[in-house]
Every structure is written in C-alpha cells, then in structure tokens.
C-alpha cells in the first residue's frame, strides 16, 4: 500500500461504535478510505458497478474523467498518440518510462522474434466454421496458447512472466490478421520483420501469396499505430479488471488475457465500436436522424459511442481520434457518409438536454469505428483491432499485481434470497 497514508482518518460511527477508517492519498485523483475496519463492524461495504470502489493501487494509468485527462505512466495520451510509437507505448506501460534508443531497440528486436506463432495452432482456426465472429476466434486461440509454453509457465518466476508478455504483445497482431484471413477463406500470412508493428499487421490482414511486392500505405498504418496507442490502456475498466480478478488465482497469462478479450466483447465496453456501424447503418441519412434520437430518449436503444463511467465531459482519445478521421478520410480522399451521420449525431448530442444531463458524450469508441472503415478494416474485426491494442496495458496490469504480494480477489454481496432451513420432503412440497 502507499506509505503516504494521510493522517486524517474517516470515521464510521455504526451501532453505536465508532471506527476509524484510515485515508490514504495517491499521487492524483481522490485519496482512498481502506474499509478492511468494515470487518470488525460485521458489515460489508455495497457498490453495485464499483462506482467508487478502488480495489488496486496502481501506477500505470490515471484517468480524470471531471477534466477529460488520461496519463499512461504520467505521459498525456495526446502526446503518446502524436509523438511515439505503439511498441514505445507498451514498453511504457510495462516498464514504467518511454525507452530510451538502446531500450527501444531491444525491445523491438525482442518482439520482432516472437511474431510468429506454433505452426500447430493453425490447426486451432479449423475448429471454427468459417462465419465464426473473430472474436470468438481470439478469445479460443489466445487461450489456447496457454498449451504451447510449458517450459515458460511459472507465474511466481520474473523471466517467465516477461517472455510472456513479450510473446502476448508480439503475437496478437498475426493471431489477429489469422482470425480475418480464416474468415475470408484466405491463406494465413507470416509475419514480415522488414515492416513495423502497424504495418505488418495491415500486410498479414489484406497480402495474399501472390503479392510479393505489397505495399503498406503509410497513411493507414500511422492511423492504425495511433489508434492502438488510444486503446492500449484505460485503468481498471471491466476487461483489465477481469485479467485482474483471472490473474489473483495464479492463472497463467494466456487465459487471463482470454478472460480480458471474453470482457471487452460486450457492447457496452470495446464491442461498441463495431456497434456504432451498425447503428449508422441503421440510422442510414441524416434525415432519419430526429427519429431514432426519439428512441435513444425513450430509452429504446442506446447511442453507441457516447457515455462514459468516467469521462464526464470529453474522452480525451475521442479528441485525438476525431482529429485523425478528418486527416485519414481526406489524406485517403474518402467521403464517408457515415463521417457526415456521426457528425449529424455529435452536434445533436452535445446541445440537447437528454444527453448534457446524462454526460453523454462521444467516447474512444465513436470516432475509431469510422477510422477503421475507413482504411478498410471490416466491422467484425473492430474490437478484434481494441484487444490487440489493450494486451499491453492488460499484460502491463497483471504484471503489476505479480510484482507485489496479492490476494485472490473475492468480491462479497448482499444475500436477499430465501431461508429454509427446515427441509420438506417433496411429497409434503405444495
Ligand atoms: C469503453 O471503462 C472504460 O474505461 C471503458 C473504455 C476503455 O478504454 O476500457 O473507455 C472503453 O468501453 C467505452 C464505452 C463504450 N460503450 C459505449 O459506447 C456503449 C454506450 N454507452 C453506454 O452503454 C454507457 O454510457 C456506458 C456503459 C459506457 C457507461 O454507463 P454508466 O456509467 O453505467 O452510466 P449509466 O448506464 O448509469 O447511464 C447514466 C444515464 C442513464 O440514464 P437514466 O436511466 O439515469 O435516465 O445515462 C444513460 C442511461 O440510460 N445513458 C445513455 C447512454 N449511456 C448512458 N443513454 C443513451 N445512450 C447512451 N450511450
């Protein structure tokens, strides 16, 4: 725990006791009450979505949703996202600073081997039927992977969890590219250590054998890095705290991170991007844009894209984003309807009292679904696109809890079920 534990304390009068809860401060962000005296009263503490329940320490990201700020490792996000690389981001996240020249190269060199993945978990994607969703297909392989690193699986050895994350960061981009290549009923495509991380990820989605010279548009791949340096890490949102609470079990790396696809799949956390698509496709012009703002009020649907648990003014990587779909489509010279339609919404949104009250404003995953489109990448392979990003600040996370002592975490609850404790025999049962 942080040693600056505040002097002052809270103090939580119940039944007629008084119990002091001791303060601890962090760097930023409000100061945390440890409700472990909770005990000693004979209650347990009641915080349905943790709204305010902080679980970890952590150092690796801070959020302040009131300002719209996201730091990784102190660094602004518009900075990383305009100034490094992707893989500078994740050594970052996992290290604790920006690499200097000789760390980057290490690194680098370090994941440009382990880009490939087992020629026998090629074997793995013949299990899928073809139209299986790549998600789906993620969540299996990138568990599965847990059956090829015997020799590198103790939790408890520091080497062993760094090789992991390692092999993690450099393989999601070919497990990824594997996923939409099975469902296009396309060869797989090796990895080419001559392109950078984007690049080759842009090469082994849309190569075939046949081009030998293929070209990466630039434009596409420095879109596609800054949009992973958006989605690498986000504090303890739903998918990380799910690798978290797989991690705290001694689960090896491979399945937590399974978990923490599995998580981020929903629509309400990284399936929204695919989900904002498919809502402009539903709204389809702008003139049917009043109607389904109706819905969204009569609380028929949801507006994809907008709403935070914690942003409660801008996401901060929705402004970087929106600032790299005008470059993208004009660079690209797109003129995406959809671009004009999530305008239509955005300007909606931000003057009408339903969504001003609500906070709803666009969020990280409004803005990329139009990107990605954009350059090409299909739908389905949307949030396929955020979990690749987010295994650095997840493996970063489970390598933070690994590096200090831990409890399995065991959530409590409020019992309101049933008490029967004399049994009745089924033939007296009414
Ligand atoms: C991500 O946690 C993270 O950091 C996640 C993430 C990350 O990087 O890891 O940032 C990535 O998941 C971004 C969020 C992507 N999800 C969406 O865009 C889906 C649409 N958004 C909503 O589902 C919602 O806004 C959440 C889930 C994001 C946040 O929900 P909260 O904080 O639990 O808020 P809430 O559901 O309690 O809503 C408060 C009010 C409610 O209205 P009332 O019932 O009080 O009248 O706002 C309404 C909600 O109905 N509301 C919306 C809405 N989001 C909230 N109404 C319409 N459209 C929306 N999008």
């Given amino acids: 725990m942080a040693e600056n534990v505040a002097e002052n304390n809270a103090t939580l009068t119940v039944d007629g006791k008084d119990y002091q809860l001791p303060i601890t401060e962090g760097t930023l962000g409000p100061s945390v009450i440890d409700v472990a005296a909770f005990q000693k009263a004979g209650y347990w503490t009641y915080d349905p979505g943790f709204m305010v329940t902080a679980p970890v320490e952590s150092k690796i990201t801070f959020i302040d949703g009131g300002k719209g700020e996201l730091l990784y490792r102190g660094y602004p996000i518009d900075q990383l996202a305009n100034n490094a690389e992707y893989l500078e981001v994740a050594y970052a996240l996992i290290h604790g600073e920006l690499p200097n020249a000789e760390q980057k190269t290490e690194f680098y060199k370090k994941i440009h081997s382990h880009t490939a993945v087992h020629d026998q978990l090629r074997k ?208 690209l010279g797109i003129n995406d309807p959809k671009l004009e339609l999530a305008m239509e919404l955005e300007k909606i949104a931000l003057e009408d009292p339903f969504f001003i009250e609500r906070n709803l404003y666009p969020n990280v995953d409004f803005y990329s679904g139009i990107i990605l489109k954009a350059i090409g990448i299909p739908t389905s392979m949307f949030t396929v696109i955020f979990s690749l990003a987010r295994t650095s600040g997840w493996i970063s996370h489970w390598l933070e809890m690994h590096s200090e002592s831990f409890k399995i975490g065991r959530p409590r609850q409020l019992y309101t079920g049933e008490t029967r404790r004399d049994f009745v025999k089924v033939e007296e049962r009414k």
Wanted: proline content about 5%; glycine content about 6%; some cysteine.
């Fill in 124 to 331: 793995f994607f013949e299990g899928f039927r073809r139209d299986a969703h790549p998600m789906a297909i993620m969540v299996g392989v990138v568990g599965a992977l847990s059956a090829f690193y015997h020799e590198s699986f103790d939790v408890s050895d520091e080497r062993h969890r760094e090789i992991t994350a390692i092999r993690l960061i450099a393989k999601m981009p070919t497990l990824a590219a594997m996923s939409y290549k099975y469902s296009q009923g396309e060869p797989f495509m090796y990895p080419r250590n001559d392109f950078n991380y984007a690049e080759n990820f842009v090469y082994m989605m849309f190569a075939t054998p046949a081009d030998v010279n293929f070209q990466v548009n630039p434009i596409i791949a420095k879109a596609l890095d800054k949009i992973f340096t958006l989605h690498a890490d986000h504090e303890q949102n739903a998918s990380t705290s799910t690798v978290r609470l797989a991690g705290s079990t001694g689960a090896n790396p491979y399945a937590c991170i399974a978990a923490g696809i599995a998580a981020l799949w929903g629509p309400s956390h990284g399936g929204a991007n695919e989900a904002v698509l498919e809502m402009l496709d539903e709204i389809g012009t702008v003139e049917n844009v009043p109607a389904f703002m109706e819905k969204v009020k009569n609380r028929e649907v949801k507006l994809m894209g907008f709403g935070h648990r914690v942003y409660k003014n801008f996401d901060p990587r929705a402004q970087v984003l929106k600032e790299t779909c005008d470059e993208v489509l004009q660079a």
